[in-house]
């Protein structure tokens, strides 16, 4: 059987695909009795580590759109793990319940152990680079021609 050459591993966004699929993949599985998708996990996340945020303000944290975040935290509430509290006549605030803070804990740990098992591959400088170059490509939808 011959070994085929890809020209597309020379492309960055392939790359980068590939990379991300292996990851998120091992991410699900790291937190698979959780019974949550990827975008609660991160949601309960921020919100742990943001006290009385606004789903707005958590959205924009995590780059979901506003009409995606309302099923999120709405899942959330009801599972228990978040609590809205009304701060003004309109704004609501967010806020893990302890029920969420248990839950925010343990996924840490995991996403330690599941970030270690890829960091380990790289030696530091490799991961400096990659970790400093990638918050640049995300901005590059800002500027397209940037």
Same mark, same amino acid.
């Given at each position: 059987?011959a070994?085929?050459?890809? %020209?597309?591993?020379?492309?960055?966004?392939?790359?980068?695909?590939?990379?991300?699929?292996? #990851?998120?993949?091992?991410?699900? $599985?790291?937190?698979?009795?959780?019974?949550?998708?990827?975008?609660?996990?991160?949601?309960?996340?921020?919100?742990?580590?943001?006290?009385?945020?606004?789903?707005?303000? +958590?959205?924009?944290?995590?780059?979901?759109?506003r %009409?995606?975040?309302?099923?999120?935290?709405?899942? #959330?509430?009801?599972?228990?793990?978040? %609590?809205r509290? $009304?701060?003004?006549?309109?704004?609501?605030?967010?806020?893990?319940?302890?029920?969420?803070?248990?839950?925010?804990?343990?996924?840490?740990?995991?996403?330690? +152990?599941?970030?270690? $098992?890829?960091?380990?591959?790289?030696?530091?400088?490799?991961?400096?680079?990659?970790?400093?170059?990638?918050?640049?490509?995300?901005?590059? +939808?800002?500027d397209?021609?940037?």
């Amino acid at each position: 059987m011959a070994i085929l050459t890809n %020209a597309l591993d020379k492309l960055l966004g392939y790359q980068m695909r590939r990379a991300t699929a292996v #990851l998120m993949a091992d991410f699900v $599985r790291t937190l698979s009795d959780f019974d949550m998708r990827p975008a609660e996990v991160t949601t309960l996340l921020v919100i742990a580590e943001n006290p009385d945020c606004s789903q707005s303000e +958590v959205g924009e944290a995590i780059a979901i759109k506003r %009409a995606n975040m309302v099923p999120i935290i709405a899942r #959330l509430i009801e599972r228990g793990l978040v %609590a809205r509290t $009304r701060v003004d006549g309109r704004s609501l605030a967010l806020r893990v319940t302890p029920k969420g803070a248990q839950q925010a804990a343990e996924a840490w740990k995991r996403i330690a +152990v599941h970030e270690a $098992r890829f960091r380990d591959r790289l030696d530091p400088a490799a991961l400096d680079t990659l970790l400093g170059a990638l918050p640049v490509l995300r901005t590059a +939808v800002d500027d397209p021609e940037g």
